[in-house]
């Protein structure tokens, strides 16, 4: 447009000189000729003003495309994303864990999938009577068990966190003491946690609630604080809290040993289930309640005493007048 513009002007020099009436000149042709800059000019493409190019673009020049990078290029930042939020989950919110034993049956069963709650112990939740959970061996429990022997592709799935460690040593069982609880076996049932019997429904079919056994089957033991007593659901199958007194911590879990609260069955399809804490131990299990309902009566006689005796004093002082 410049070039038209200094032609256009050349034209009609002579004629302007000999007094001759001439159009009034375009104006954007002499705003390209003195300055690009000056107010009025079209040489940015139209633009009033002066105003630098929007994006890059010079007088007629078209917009610079962006390469789009290769798929190929960003896979491994996807993978390598991905891996991170699978070790962050995995740490902190759930972990998979695959059952090897028939202990917990029929709640779970052998080659069961289920996923961990590891987030709720960081906010100071501890384990509750009813639940299952996974723990970390306490003292060798699982002494002469055969440690499996994952291949490349099961290790590199348990370092993610999609399968269970064959590192870790591991057990799941069901919650059955606190700490404070008085938990007791005496023949076959029913199980007892502070003198109060349990409805078990969740105990393999066929097996008492307590086993008739001088090796750990009657027993009458009292939860430390900070530990707890845990049972399997197959009563005649597991090697438990029961079997375990001997140990270091006379069969019971200390807290901190406790990986998470198992909550859902995840594999496989058809096996799919939440593992809610049963109605039994919705009742008043406390141990300090259980000790005010034994002998309500004698503890208000031990109330009144003292106020029976204030009374009587007050009425001699005042007979004495």
């Known amino acids: 447009m410049g070039d038209v513009a200094v032609g256009a002007r050349s034209g009609h020099d002579g004629e302007e000189h000999r007094g001759h009436p001439v159009e009034a000149a ?35 020049g078209a917009a610079p495309v962006k390469k789009q990078r290769s798929f190929w290029k960003e896979l491994p ?7 991170v939020l699978a070790l962050l989950i995995k740490t902190f919110l759930v972990q998979a864990f695959s059952i090897p034993s028939d202990s917990m049956q029929n709640t779970l069963q052998q080659g069961d999938r289920v996923l961990v709650d590891k987030l709720t112990p960081w906010f100071g939740s501890e384990p509750d009577r009813g639940e299952v959970v996974v723990f970390h061996d306490p003292d060798n429990w699982l002494a002469g ?13 348990s370092w993610i966190g999609l399968m269970p460690s064959a590192e870790e040593k591991d057990l799941i069982k069901r919650v059955v003491g606190v700490g404070g609880d008085t938990v007791e076996c005496k023949g076959t049932g029913p199980l007892k946690v502070n003198g109060k019997a349990l409805n078990e429904p969740y105990v393999y079919p066929g097996n008492t609630p307590c086993s008739q056994d001088d090796q750990g089957g009657q027993f009458k033991v009292k939860v430390p604080e900070g530990f707890i007593w845990v049972m399997g659901d197959h009563r005649q199958n597991s090697r438990d809290s029961r ?56 503890l208000a006689l031990a ?13 001699a002082a005042a007979e004495m007048r």
């Open 26 to 60: 375009d104006p954007a042709a002499d705003g390209a000729v003195t300055s690009g800059n000056e107010p009025g000019s079209d040489s940015d493409g139209g633009r009033s003003g002066g105003q630098p190019p929007i994006d890059g673009q010079g007088s007629g």
């Open 77 to 83: 930042i996807l993978i390598g994303i991905a891996l």
């Open 145 to 157: 068990e055969p440690t499996p022997d994952p291949n490349a592709l099961q290790t590199f799935l």
């Open 243 to 298: 079997y375990n007194v001997s140990d270091a911590n006379h069969g019971m879990v200390p807290v901190d040993k406790v990986v998470g609260r198992a909550i859902v069955i995840a594999w496989p399809i058809n096996r799919w289930d939440t593992l809610p804490v049963p109605d039994t131990f919705e009742q008043n299990l406390n141990a300090r309640s259980a000790a005010l309902t034994v002998a309500p009566q004698g």
């Open 303 to 315: 109330g009144a005493v003292p106020l029976v005796l204030w009374r009587r004093r007050r009425v």
